[in-house]
Every structure is written in C-alpha cells, then in structure tokens.
C-alpha cells in the first residue's frame, strides 16, 4: 500500500511562517518519477490546487500563493516539502499532498491542519 503522512501544521498568527512535509511509504518504488501537489481545502469549500513539482524539479503555483510558498522534494527521503511564509488568515485549510504518475489520480495523504490567526 501507498502511505503518505503530512505534517508540520499548526496555529500560527499572520504573517509567520511553516514548512509542511509529506513523507511517502509503501509500494512507491521510484519516488522521483511522480508528481507531487499540495492541495488545501477550507470547511464549505473546494479542494484548490496551490502548488506542484514535477519529476524534473519544475514547479508551478497557483497565484492564491505565488511568491509565499515553495515546494521542493528530497527524492532521497521520498519527501516533499511546501514553505509556507507571509502566511494570512485565508490559508486556514486542511493542507494535502498527493503523489501521482502521470494520468492518474495518485495518492493522498490524511491532511494536516493550518490555521492562521488574525
């Protein structure tokens, strides 16, 4: 089985920071071949796709939190990472990552919990 664990999440006021980790487990054999997302979903709300890298280390973010957050990946750890900086009451979400080959829908974590203070 695939495991995935979030963590780093917390109650910080706006304006700090945090760094979340998804830590892979299980039948991901290559870890480096998939592509990597973080999603955040807040109560009543959609799921939205913040940032993803890509088995060649390109990235990409959706404008909500460009310039705010980095996502990087240590293939050795078959770890990903999301920095969160300049963090504002509007990130308050569940945060996921998900681990996926191409065309298809991957795998997802149980999600860990930010919420920013105001």
């Known amino acids: 089985q695939v495991h995935l664990v979030e963590s780093g999440g917390g109650l910080v006021q706006a304006g700090g920071s945090l760094r979340l980790s998804c830590a892979a487990s299980g039948s991901i054999f290559i870890f480096s071949s998939y592509t990597i997302t973080w999603h955040r979903q807040a109560p009543g709300k959609q799921r939205e796709l913040i940032a993803g890298i890509g088995s060649t280390g390109s990235t990409n973010y959706a404008d909500s939190v460009k310039g705010r957050f980095t996502i990087s990946r240590d293939n050795a750890k078959s770890t990903v990472y999301l920095q969160m900086n300049s963090l504002k009451p509007e990130d308050t979400a569940v945060y996921y990552c998900?681990?996926?080959?191409?065309?298809?829908?991957?795998?997802w974590g149980q999600g860990t919990q930010v919420t920013v203070s105001s």
């Open positions: 998900n681990v996926a080959k191409f065309g298809t829908p991957g795998y």
